[in-house]
């Protein structure tokens, strides 16, 4: 599963269509019929696209910068007894590789089975709300990549341990290629999982939001008992989460009302 990024992503493409089938009882590939029925969806896709692109440059941006600033520091103050208690109190091999699968293989599957389900569903409201929090989430995390860097706990806490590499020894050097060391603050795992499972609650799909209820904790967890992320990372994270949730529901209402009138215009002629 974890010999290099083509099995993670063949193992992300089976369980999505696996989850899917089950979820949905549907053929996964029927969302390009979906595709066809409402083409307005192209243009929050594309915007997701470009946002995600800028995600990539930003990295890229990164590893320019001769001198970065690193604030890490300032969680540390605060932080440093209760990650390394977490971390030791809960420490199991066995929680080790379940943690590890949802924040690798799961967090991505989610976001996959997200689209998928919403529009073999034609759920468009649900849709459009969950492409425009995607976008706002990196919207609003990317500058604090930029100008204020938070190193992974492990690189500043001498008590607190990465525990991935036990599992996927090769994640530095082939993983880390899409995560910055030190883009934590906020945390977009957390973040993004959080949006994912408060857009999926309004889905009349039990066993689509079962799932989401079961794994987002333990994707929420993961972060800090993996050693990633501070506690201060994870707050931010769901403040971040709260604040695109709102602004996607509202652009996604007001492209509603626009879409409306658009069709009642048209009705007229």
């Given amino acids: 599963m974890y010999e290099s990024m083509g099995t993670i992503a063949l193992t992300i493409t089976i369980l999505t269509i696996l989850l899917t089938l089950i979820i949905n009882r549907k053929n996964p590939f029927m969302v390009f019929s979906s595709l066809k029925k409402n083409k307005q969806v192209f243009l929050p896709l594309g915007l997701l696209a470009i946002i995600l692109l800028v995600n990539k440059l930003e990295l890229r941006l990164e590893s320019l910068l001769t001198n970065q600033l690193d604030f890490s520091d300032l969680f540390y103050a605060y932080e440093y007894t209760i990650l390394a208690v977490i971390q030791t109190t809960f420490r199991h091999p066995l929680l080790t590789e379940i943690t590890t699968f949802f924040y690798i293989i799961m967090f991505v599957t989610l976001i996959a089975i997200s689209l998928?389900?919403?529009?073999?569903?034609?759920?468009?409201?649900?849709?459009?709300?969950?492409?425009?929090?995607?976008?706002?989430?990196?919207?609003?995390?990317?500058?604090?990549?930029?100008?204020?860097?938070?190193?992974?706990?492990?690189?500043?806490?001498?008590?607190?341990?990465?525990?991935?590499?036990?599992?996927?020894?090769?994640?530095?050097?082939?993983?880390?290629?899409?995560?910055?060391?030190?883009?934590?603050?906020?945390?977009?795992?957390?973040?993004?999982?959080?949006?994912?499972?408060?857009?999926?609650?309004?889905?009349?799909?039990?066993?689509?939001?079962?799932?989401?209820?079961?794994?987002?904790?333990?994707?929420?967890?993961?972060?800090?008992?993996?050693?990633?992320?501070?506690?201060?990372?994870?707050?931010?994270?769901?403040?971040?989460?709260?604040?695109?949730?709102?602004?996607?529901?509202?652009?996604?209402?007001?492209?509603?009302?626009?879409?409306?009138?658009?069709?009642?215009?048209?009705?007229?002629?």
């Fill in 116 to 269: 998928v389900t919403y529009l073999l569903n034609e759920e468009w409201k649900l849709l459009y709300t969950f492409l425009y929090a995607i976008g706002l989430n990196y919207i609003i995390a990317i500058p604090f990549y930029l100008f204020f860097p938070i190193n992974e706990a492990w690189v500043s806490h001498p008590q607190v341990e990465f525990l991935i590499p036990a599992v996927y020894p090769g994640f530095e050097s082939q993983y880390r290629n899409i995560s910055g060391l030190n883009n934590c603050f906020p945390s977009l795992h957390n973040s993004i999982s959080l949006t994912l499972l408060l857009i999926s609650s309004k889905s009349n799909h039990i066993l689509f939001k079962s799932l989401f209820y079961m794994s987002v904790p333990i994707i929420m967890f993961s972060t800090i008992y993996l050693g990633i992320h501070w506690l201060t990372d994870m707050a931010a994270g769901i403040l971040l989460a709260t604040i695109a949730i709102w602004s996607a529901r509202v652009i996604t209402e007001r492209f509603n009302i626009h879409e409306k009138r658009k069709e009642i215009a048209l009705a007229r002629r």
